[in-house]
């Protein structure tokens, strides 16, 4: 079956250092959705970005992914942290015809210290 | 702004009893979903409907089971709540059921089974 697979755990990191949080799907269809969805402490996970376009960059809140079907990637990243991106991040995938039911990764927790 | 609303915020039970969450979406959407969310941050998808008809139902116990009177309103009852059903679960909804679709999560309901 389908499946997401995300960078593991806990990303801490130093304010200005560069993001990437890894992701990485499975499936068996050509014509894959990719999300990144974000959430923070006592608040609702929201959208951050998203993309079913091959090699094409997605920019959102300084944030941006490509969706690379070569390597069945679409990894998260930021050229420089703050502290507000400190959250926890899903990567998640879905295929068409499949009722919008969204596979969510493991989720990546990134804590950005001074 | 918070468009999907879930009551209530928190609940503490005991196993056995019998629980009820509800959420309501005002963003005039079609589909309604709820996910769970477990103490590993895992989100995984329970069931879905669009215009009050079920169209996801994934592999659940049978103790849970969801309710929705119209498509703005989707109600999740658990009979006989077990140690394992302690989690948050999020409700969401989208425009449709298309692939492109973002989710619009509530806040989520936290379970506590004593």
């Known amino acids: 079956g389908d499946s997401v697979t995300q960078t593991e755990g806990l990303v801490t990191l130093t304010e200005g250092l560069p993001v990437m949080l890894n992701c990485t799907y499975q499936?068996?269809?050509?014509?894959?959705?990719l999300f990144w969805y974000v959430h923070y402490l006592n608040e609702s996970p929201r959208l951050l970005l998203k993309?079913?376009?091959?090699?094409k960059r997605t920019e959102h809140q300084g944030f941006h992914a490509t969706l690379h079907k070569s390597s069945s990637s679409f990894h998260l990243q930021k050229s420089s942290a703050q502290l507000s991106d400190s959250a926890l991040y899903y990567c998640?995938?879905?295929?068409?015809?499949?009722?919008?039911?969204?596979?969510f990764g493991a989720g990546t927790r990134l804590a950005v210290c001074p | 702004e918070t468009a999907v609303f879930q009551t209530p915020n928190y609940h503490v039970t005991q196993v056995g009893n019998e629980v009820s969450f509800n959420c309501k979406q005002t963003?005039?959407?079609?589909?309604m979903y709820w996910y769970k969310q477990d103490s590993k941050k895992l989100l995984k998808i329970m069931f879905s409907?669009?215009?009050?008809?079920?169209?996801v139902n994934e592999t659940v116990p049978r103790r849970f089971s969801p309710q929705s009177s119209d498509k703005a309103h989707l109600n999740l009852r658990i009979k006989s709540v077990e140690p394992e059903d302690s989690a948050v679960y999020l409700c969401?909804?989208?425009?449709?059921?298309?692939?492109?679709?973002?989710?619009?999560f509530g806040s989520g309901t936290r379970l506590t089974v004593l």
């Open positions: 993309s079913s376009t091959d090699n």
């Open positions: 499936t068996i269809y050509s014509n894959p959705f």
């Open positions: 998640a995938h879905r295929v068409s015809g499949s009722f919008n039911k969204l596979t």
């Open positions: 409907y669009n215009n009050k008809q079920l169209i």
């Open positions: 963003l005039g959407h079609d589909t």
């Open positions: 969401a909804s989208s425009l449709g059921v298309s692939s492109a679709e973002t989710l619009y």
